[in-house]
């Protein structure tokens, strides 16, 4: 009788198309007999149509009891046996130990009523192949499992039919040759090597598979008894046949402690049982091998069956492998999305397995799960990757088995011998039971991951709706509460049970409860949702303006079953929007500022080169004219030009391009320096001028002269405006530190009109004014909101229409960057006789520069742009260059680049000169080279300086 392993108890496969003749060709026969046992005429016949329509390779014939299979049994005329558990006149058990008794051999597969672990150990000690539980879908799986059951006896019979390995360690050359001829007689399967030396053996047996070593106790190097400790200790699993000259108690005793299977003694007739014997041994290897995998399978499944945990399951599967089948290392995979993952090893380092996941296609998928018994090295290859002989060996050293559910695929086990192994029929069979068995085990554990994390999410969602701030309400058809979260509670002062019952139309103020009865609700159940906007009475009784998104949800015959809602409260989201509109109107005035100041920009610099020329030759035409009547002429000519200047220069500062001139200031003195400066002009305007100013503010690092101009700015605007206003009149400057945003604050406070808000977003735009025409230029507020941004802070009005003015000027506090102060100016006389270089392409700043220059007894030389200025140098060597930012052909920047190149000494004697010098561009570059930037309009002084300061005494 062929003993096998069992699969699991219930069902665990899944219908996958039937193999073609030629796939089937490559692991069974063409045509497989079955010879199915039951009486019942029903089954009978629904499994014949099955095998017919889905397995016609498969021939089946009918017996009804125990008898008449026994007789078929007999004749032979089957390939596999399909037993029905109860039967007329007896049981499938019966039938089996039927079978057994008569010597007869056939794989058997039992159909049952019960999925039952004690029943299935039962049934496979007893020598069944496999089982089925008989439930609607097992007539899915019934193909697979007698085609299976099949291959593996055939396997099986293949095995008990092949070559049996048999290491011979033994010194004597005579017991040599007799043993090989008692084998040649007796056993022709036997394949007989031999070793003279105890060592040898070893080395053979960890390197070559043997079935059997038969060990002779005496050997030159080791005793027999020592090569039985050397195997224990090496690891080295074999059943060993041990043969001594004379009987020797101790030495029996010894070996069988040892674990040595059999014992001979040399004496008349032993050669011609030694073949016998090994075949016993072998017998009783697989008999014990078969009986601790039974017993390993029992211990699994029973307790598997009170593990819910995955990763438990998927730990203890690995584990029983091992032990199972008796090796060094099992892994498993898990079939998820395409992908089996390695879930769990043992025996095998982490950083080997862990890369080692793999894309699985449907078809091969559907493969492994048809297959059972896969081929490793063939799984790697059709996923794409190189088989991992450091983790598993070579392919003869690796068996693995898939996990099979009524999904498919669920998995993949493996375990590999580090040494030679060539793995059994029965070994195959008990890791495929192994599989079956944990198939279900993680399947029930899934799914109670599922359940669980299910629970977990449905009281996570009651957490969320709980916690949200959102109301979150449940309705029936009438229109009454079933279920209001802790917002709804906390917005509608209703307890939850309170709630319950609660119309939803009481929630609104009473004026709009007719809306939700004759609007609300009809479009509800008619749309089966509504969204809009509503009001709801709050429990202070403020009304509260919310969003509303119902919905009517529908049952699987169509009609509503119940009313949900989710209500937003929409106040600080109305609020929001109305800051919104103010900020983003706020925002379109700063762009128009933003503008506006780029165009003024534009205007001074362009102003800045014929502004050089009229002031420039102003103030030579009144140095000439002095003493003169036409001196005054010239003089005002020079005091127009400068004011020009100086509305250039706002023109800069409104643009926010003037770069504040920084040093150590406090906010206080500039304080009172406003003040003193105006107290006459308020005192005769009947204003009273406070001051409250606070004690130890921090020391600013700004442009004492900017913030001047701003305070006396505002002080200027608030005196205008309380001229409009009744007595008393009051203006105060307030300082004070805000330590925590790191910020200090000035505030320009007075008792007039105020604001209107009709102006407010306006007040500082370029040219926007109140006064009346020829009063006011509307520069004042927008040339101090330039200003104060450009010192990093901001300028705004505080106060609300009606309220009086408060313009607040806030400040960072940064410290200097380094060294605070000037240096003091030193006289220095001025520098005479210089080779001069002047490049620019306005003709009247060459004109006048050249009589400047020229007057201090400078050779003058002038080109238009940097072209014609390289062609100079390289006729004439020059101590200065003088040269304007922007011509035609080559600009300032650039002529400076070809100086570097070709005269790079020249460099440290270039002076730039723009009406733009304080554009970011020039002011990087200016920063980058260290150049000196030469400021248009200039004067005679500040030419002078530059001179002095690029060629004067000590300069190269």
Request: net charge negative; with cysteine.
């Amino acid at each position: 009788m062929w003993f096998a392993a069992s699969s699991a108890a219930w069902p665990r496969r899944t219908a996958f198309p039937t193999p073609s003749r030629d796939e089937r060709a490559e692991n069974t026969m063409d045509s497989i007999r079955v010879l199915y046992v039951d009486d019942d005429p029903v089954d009978q016949e629904l499994t014949h149509r099955h095998l017919a329509r889905h397995a016609p390779h498969m021939k089946l014939t009918v017996a009804g009891s125990v008898a008449e299979a026994l007789e078929r049994v007999t004749i032979g005329d089957m390939d596999v046996m399909l037993a029905d558990y109860r039967l007329p006149d007896g049981t499938g058990l019966d039938l089996l130990e039927a079978i057994k008794a008569r010597g007869l051999e056939v794989p058997v597969v039992l159909v049952t009523n019960s999925g039952d672990a004690d029943v299935t150990v039962c049934l496979l000690k007893a020598g069944a192949a496999d089982y089925l539980v008989k439930r609607p879908e097992y007539l899915a799986t019934l193909p697979v499992v007698l085609e299976s059951a099949f291959r593996w006896f055939r396997t099986a019979s293949e095995l008990r039919r092949a070559p049996i390995r048999v290491l011979y360690a033994e010194p004597d050359p005579g017991d040599r040759e007799l043993t090989l001829r008692a084998f040649d007689e007796h056993d022709p399967r036997a394949r007989v090597e031999t070793v003279t030396l105890a060592r040898e053996a070893i080395a053979r047996l960890k390197a070559v598979h043997y079935d059997v070593l038969l060990l002779d106790n005496r050997l030159p190097d080791l005793s027999g008894i020592e090569v039985l400790k050397e195997l224990q200790a090496e690891g080295i699993r074999i059943p060993v046949v041990m043969v001594t000259g004379g009987r020797d108690e101790d030495t029996a005793v010894q070996a069988f402690k040892l674990g040595v299977a059999d014992y001979l003694i040399k004496r008349e007739g032993y050669l011609a049982k030694l073949p016998s014997t090994i075949e016993n041994v072998l017998a009783q290897r697989r008999l014990a091998d078969e009986k601790d995998g039974l017993a390993v399978l029992n211990d699994l499944a029973k307790s598997l069956v009170t593990i819910k945990d995955l990763d438990e399951v998927l730990r203890r599967v690995v584990s029983a492998a091992r032990e199972l089948i008796k090796v060094e290392a099992s892994a498993l995979w898990l079939f998820e999305a395409g992908v089996l993952w390695p879930v769990a090893w043992e025996g095998i380092e982490d950083r080997a397995v862990e890369p080692l996941r793999f894309q699985v296609t449907q078809n091969l998928a559907e493969r492994l799960a048809l297959e059972r018994r896969i081929s490793m090295r063939h799984l790697f290859a059709q996923a794409g990757g190189p088989y991992p002989t450091a983790v598993f060996g070579t392919a003869g050293q690796t068996l693995a088995a898939s996990f099979v559910g009524p999904e498919g695929l669920v998995a993949v086990l493996a375990v590999g011998s580090s040494r030679p192994r060539e793995f059994t029929a029965i070994e195959e069979r008990l890791l495929l039971a192994l599989a079956d068995h944990a198939a279900v085990a993680v399947e029930n554990a899934r799914l109670y991951r599922r359940l669980r994390l299910e629970l977990e999410a449905r009281e996570r969602l009651t957490a969320i709706l709980d916690a949200t701030t959102d109301l979150v309400a449940i309705a029936d058809l009438s229109g009454r509460l079933l279920y209001l979260n802790g917002a709804g509670q906390a917005l509608l002062g209703l307890a939850a049970d309170d709630a319950l019952g609660h119309p939803i139309a009481g929630l609104a103020p009473e004026r709009l409860r007719p809306v939700v009865h004759d609007e609300i609700l009809p479009t509800l159940l008619r749309d089966g949702l509504w969204t809009g906007e509503a009001v709801l009475l709050a429990r202070d009784g403020r009304e509260v303006p919310v969003s509303v998104v119902a919905v009517a949800h529908r049952g699987a015959d169509g009609a509503v079953e119940f009313l949900s809602a989710i209500v937003r409260d929409m106040t600080e989201r109305k609020r929001t929007e109305a800051e919104l509109r103010r900020q983003r109107e706020a925002l379109y005035q700063t762009e128009k500022l933003a503008t506006m100041g780029t165009v003024l920009a534009g205007v001074a610099h362009e102003l800045n080169n014929p502004l050089t020329a009229v002031t420039g030759f102003a103030n030579l035409l009144r140095q000439d004219l002095a003493g003169t009547p036409s001196a005054m002429r010239a003089e005002n000519i020079a005091h127009a030009a400068d004011r020009c200047a100086s509305i250039v220069r706002n023109f800069l500062a409104l643009a926010r391009k003037h770069p504040p001139e920084r040093q150590l200031v406090r906010l206080n003195d500039i304080a009172r320096d406003a003040a003193e400066l105006l107290t006459y002009h308020l005192r005769v305007d009947s204003i009273e001028m406070g001051l409250d100013l606070a004690d130890g503010l921090p020391v600013l690092w700004a442009d004492p002269h900017q913030l001047h101009q701003v305070v006396v700015n505002l002080v200027s605007n608030a005196r205008d405006e309380l001229r409009k206003a009744p007595s008393p009149r009051r203006l105060t400057l307030r300082t004070r530190a805000d330590a925590v945003r790191g910020r200090v604050r000035l505030d320009v406070e007075d008792t007039g009109p105020g604001v209107s808000a009709e102006i407010r977003d306006r007040i500082f735009e370029p040219f926007f004014t109140t006064k009346p025409v020829g009063q006011g230029t509307g520069l004042g507020l927008s040339l101090c909101h330039g200003i104060v941004e450009s010192h990093g802070g901001t300028l705004s009005l505080a106060s609300e229409s009606g309220q009086g003015a408060i313009f607040r000027v806030e400040l960072p506090v940064v410290a200097p960057p380094g060294p605070a102060g000037k240096r003091p100016v030193e006289a220095s006389p001025i520098v005479k006789g210089k080779r001069i270089l002047v490049v620019d392409d306005e003709r009247l700043v060459l004109q006048l520069l050249g009589e400047m220059l020229g007057a201090d007894h400078h050779t003058v030389d002038t080109v238009s742009d940097g072209t014609q200025a390289l062609e100079q140098l390289g006729r004439a060597s020059y101590d200065l260059i003088l040269s304007d930012v922007r011509m035609p052909y080559l600009d300032g920047p650039g002529l400076y680049r070809a100086l570097e190149r070709r005269l790079p000494d020249l460099c440290r004697r270039f002076v730039l000169m723009t009406g733009d010098v304080l554009s970011a561009e020039i002011q990087t570059f200016l920063e980058q080279t260290g150049v000196p930037g030469l400021s248009k309009p200039f004067d005679r002084s500040e030419v002078r300086r530059v001179i002095r300061l690029v060629a004067g005494p000590g300069r190269r």
